[in-house]
């Protein structure tokens, strides 16, 4: 079920958030080095859809090969990564949709990519069903998000905060490698980007995939 409310209140928040974001999140993405890069690296010929594109940080890292769709809830950021994009003279479709209602047919992409999403999104099950049903038989989910810490007092700490964090659409403390599983995804691989293993990288299929 889709919690109306909960989803205005994120839309809301990062409309307002798109006028300082790309100030604020310098710091990590200086400390995030060549994250960006693993995600898209990987990433084969074909359609890709975007979700989440934010203000476009990861349009430098789109590779040619790809044809993308760039998806995100808040206008405000869209209109960021449009003018992102046309700086860059990068042609890129983006629209506005919510992840947990997504406005494509089923089996339409060879890869959806979420970086820092998922912590946002407030049905986080609903949304990644999503990813699952629009995804191409074949095809590959690529996740890029930090996640509850899974240390006793730390894992604690990160629900009690996340108390606070939420009232603002942001969750600290999503168990995304399991919500990714009880989806109904294969996960393919796990990696862990930082010490006690925040931030990882996931990448997860619709099926078990023939070896
Ligand atoms: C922390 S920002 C990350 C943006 C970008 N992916 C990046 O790596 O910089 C989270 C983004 O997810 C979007 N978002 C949150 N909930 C969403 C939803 N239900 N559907 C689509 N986009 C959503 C927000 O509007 C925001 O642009």
Redo the contacts with the bound molecule.
């Keep these: 079920m889709i919690d109306e409310k909960q ?1 205005s209140r ?2 809301k928040n ?1 409309n307002c958030a798109s006028i300082i974001y790309d100030m604020f ?1 310098w710091l990590p993405e200086g400390r995030s080095l060549n994250w960006r890069e693993r995600v898209w690296f990987h990433v084969p010929t074909g359609k890709v859809l975007e ?5 476009g ?2 349009l430098p890292y789109h590779p040619d090969r790809i044809r993308v769709i760039g ?4 206008d405000g ?1 869209l209109a960021k990564a449009h003018n992102y994009a046309n700086r860059l003279n990068y042609h890129i479709d983006l629209q506005q ?4 209602q997504l406005a494509f047919a089923d089996d339409t992409f060879e890869t959806v990519v ?4 998922f912590c ?3 049905n986080q099950i609903h ?1 990644l069903q999503e990813l699952k049903r629009v995804v191409k038989q074949d095809g590959r989910i690529i996740l890029l998000d930090h996640v509850r810490i899974n240390k006793p007092i730390i894992g604690w700490l990160m629900d009690m905060l996340n108390v606070f964090t939420h009232l603002f659409g942001e969750n600290i403390n999503r168990r995304t490698v399991e919500n990714v599983k009880q989806a109904g995804l294969k996960i393919e691989s796990v990696t862990d980007l930082t010490r006690l293993g925040l931030v990882k990288l996931i990448v997860a299929t619709k099926h078990d995939q023939a070896v």
């Design positions: 989803t994120v839309k990062f999140e979700v989440g594109i934010g203000t940080r990861n998806m995100d809830l808040s950021m949709m919510d992840v947990q979420a970086t820092f999403v946002s999104v407030p949304g």
